[in-house]
């Protein structure tokens, strides 16, 4: 039995509820593939700042870097020091959020099934910011090399997927004509390694219109850091809520994974967030240790999660944010009941 160590950060509002929702259907599909998980929780988050006094300890630091992989829950107002700053110092560059329909879950288009890859070192999230003349200036950094790092990223990403071939660059090199200008220059250069993927270009606005015109033409976009945040909310939308947006940061030594959505405090407790989002990052995490470790029983056990997940939705079992009344622990035990 393959055996991994997975570092846990339970996160702030919602968070301890989905990813303890998530945690029993991830131990028991694993259990059933043959893949043995042990799990180490790591503090973070608001919780974390409040009781220690820093959000993101060097201890926890050591424990992630010390696992296989991290799932993490949402993190509230720290988001900046937990997340922000493990993609930074860890060199998690990629963060590669899917947008895909769900069984019997409206979508704007059914068609639509599409992966946004952001990167996730550099832009304005680097949070250089200062006080200056009476106001602020913010600095966005875009390096030749993170931008050709992230294009090849994408392309590979591509080559991989059945549909498309097709990477669309997303910029806004038309009054950012420096950094998105290097961002873009970068992304036709790595292009010519790839003659088989079709190489494409949009402005910002254009794309956010096109993911709700026609969502199904895209196959791989990728772009800078904000741009990015903000479309994946948008390209979840298209595809049912992002109560089911899964999300990865993807780097050369490690990996945490985290649902896209945020903390929501305002439903914190009352059992109603929709812990879809973080089973389907848990099994991309799963995904991640096969293709890394080469371990076909992960495969298995991410397959089985994802019909686990699939089943549960087909069969009507829907929490309050699609429309049902189940508890999000309600729901976890559904979709427990259909992996077998
Ligand atoms: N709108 C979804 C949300 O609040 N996501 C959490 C978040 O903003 N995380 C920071 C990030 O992904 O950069």
Request: glycine share 10%.
């Amino acid at each position: 039995m393959s055996s991994y160590r997975i570092s846990l950060i339970r996160g702030d509002g919602i968070g301890p509820e989905v990813v303890g929702a998530c945690e029993n259907v991830l131990l028991h599909a694993s259990s059933l593939a043959g893949v043995s998980l042990k799990i180490v929780e790591v503090e973070a988050g608001d919780g974390c700042l409040e009781k220690r006094g820093e959000a993101l300890p060097q201890v926890s630091i050591d424990i992630i870097t010390g696992s296989d992989a991290c799932l993490k829950g949402p993190v509230g107002r720290s988001a900046a020091s937990v997340i922000v700053r493990l993609r930074q110092e860890l060199e998690l560059y990629a963060n590669v959020r899917p947008a895909r329909c769900l069984p019997g879950v409206p979508a704007l288009d059914r068609a639509a099934d599409f992966v946004i890859v952001r990167e996730n070192t550099e832009d304005l999230y680097r949070g250089m910011e200062m006080e200056f003349d009476g106001g602020v200036l913010a600095f966005r950094p875009i390096t030749k090399r993170a931008s050709e790092r992230i294009a090849r990223f994408a392309f590979n990403m591509s080559s991989s997927r059945s549909l498309g071939k097709r990477v669309v660059c997303v910029h806004k090199n038309n009054v950012l004509k420096k950094s998105d200008g290097l961002f873009l220059s970068s992304f036709y250069g790595v292009a010519q390694d790839f003659p088989g993927i079709a190489a494409d270009d949009m402005l910002v606005d254009s794309a956010a219109m096109n993911i709700v015109r026609k969502p199904s033409q895209f196959d791989v976009i990728v772009t800078t850091n904000l741009y990015g945040d903000i479309l994946s909310d948008e390209a979840a939308q298209v595809v049912g809520g992002l109560g089911l947006a899964p999300s990865a940061n993807i780097g050369e030594r490690y990996a945490i994974f985290e649902p896209v959505h945020g903390s929501a405090p305002d439903i914190a407790g009352t059992g109603r967030a929709n812990p879809t989002a973080t089973m389907l990052t848990a099994a991309m995490m799963l995904e991640w240790l096969a293709s890394t470790r080469g371990d076909g029983a992960c495969w298995k056990a991410a397959n089985l999660m994802r019909g686990g997940v699939d089943a549960a939705l087909s069969s009507g079992a829907r929490t309050r944010d699609l429309g049902g009344n189940m508890s999000t622990a309600d729901f976890a035990a559904d979709v427990i009941g259909k992996i077998t």
